[in-house]
């Protein structure tokens, strides 16, 4: 078995108690008494967490795979910089070469940055450092850039080394799934019963998933621009998409997708009345080669994709196009974090 067909086995074992999540449940008690053992000794302080000289915002989840984590830090920083704040942004990087800090610029590779935090530098505009211990990579970034008020890390929960001031806590339509730690199940560390003062829910779906009590994120398509037109800076408009869907009349277009759930990205270009072909590809896929035929006309793909894609290597028979995501936060999802800000962070301006 292929490891991608072995990892959506997997992922379709952990929806339900079945026979496989059954026979890893005994590994999953295991795992569940480090994750229990470790966050216990951070209670008693005999792992110290370090504290930054700023306020720190933690983005993160507790399944395996996405579940929206990078949309919500995009989202929490550009609400963070019309609000007054110089926010910046640390990440793991996954799928880079190296696991040392690097400051990520518009020259980064993905190769070497990761997908995730290309993409949120190029979204956000504010400063962004990678690397395997996140304090390490936040105090970086703050002697880099001394005006920064506030980190925010995407995919940072169970960093328990950075000390964090708030806590935003993601879930998507499979919420817990079958409740189970991993391997039987896809939990990184048991669901809370109840959330801690410091912790924020954001729902990506459009229904509560687990018994937390949380707000629900809005997503929707903001539109198409070619690649060539995207990586200039250029707004994405559905008015494109349109013309598009005008010019491949009669014929589908590809849609490929390097994400956890690419269903969900199908979906929506379907739910704009796009006639495509499903190419879904590994989650943090690299396009080390192309992965449709080189005589395919059209092809739209993910930003999170769009940040590996070099034009140069397209040719000039298949036109490649990005889709951008528009991901909107509730306006108490807002003022509930804003609130949880140290009074010495800036205030909020109107």
Request: some cysteine; charged content about 20%.
């Amino acid at each position: 078995m292929a490891p991608n067909d072995w990892s959506r086995r997997l992922q379709r074992a952990w929806l339900t108690r079945g026979l496989l999540a059954r026979a890893l449940w005994p590994l999953s008690l295991l795992f569940g008494l480090v994750v229990r053992v470790r966050r216990a000794l951070y209670a008693a302080g005999r792992l110290p967490a370090h504290h930054l000289p700023v306020p720190v915002i933690v983005v993160g989840n507790l399944i395996a795979g996405g579940a929206g984590k990078t949309p919500t830090a995009i989202a929490i920083v550009q609400m963070l910089q019309r609000r007054g704040y110089t926010p910046g942004v640390v990440s793991r990087g996954y799928g880079r070469r190296e696991d040392a800090v690097l400051s990520i610029d518009d020259d980064t590779r993905a190769a070497d940055a990761g997908d995730e935090p290309l993409l949120i530098r190029r979204r956000t505009r504010a400063p962004v450092a990678v690397g395997r211990d996140r304090v390490a990579a936040a105090e970086f970034l703050l002697s880099l850039h001394p005006d920064v008020d506030v980190i925010v890390c995407d995919d940072g929960l169970q960093h328990l080394r950075l000390a964090r001031t708030v806590q935003v806590l993601v879930f998507d339509e499979r919420g817990a799934g079958n409740g189970w730690l991993l391997p039987a199940g896809p939990l990184r560390e048991p669901l809370p019963q109840r959330t801690p003062a410091d912790m924020l829910v954001l729902y990506n779906a459009t229904r509560r998933t687990t018994q937390l009590k949380g707000e629900f994120a809005r997503r929707s398509l903001a539109g198409i621009a070619s690649l060539n037109d995207w990586r200039a800076g250029a707004a994405p408009s559905l008015a494109t998409l349109d013309a598009l869907k005008k010019f491949a009349a009669g014929t589908k277009i590809l849609a490929a997708a390097g994400m956890a759930q690419p269903q969900r990205f199908f979906s929506m270009l379907r739910d704009h009345g796009v006639a495509i072909t499903k190419c879904p590809l590994p989650d943090h896929h690299d396009f080390g080669t192309l992965p449709w035929p080189r005589d395919t006309p059209a092809v739209i793909v993910t930003e999170k994709d769009a940040v590996k894609l070099d034009p140069a290597r397209i040719g000039t028979t298949t036109r490649v196009w990005v889709a951008t995501l528009d991901f909107t936060l509730p306006a108490s999802f807002e003022a509930a974090l804003l609130a949880l800000l140290p009074p010495s962070a800036p205030q909020p301006t109107r």
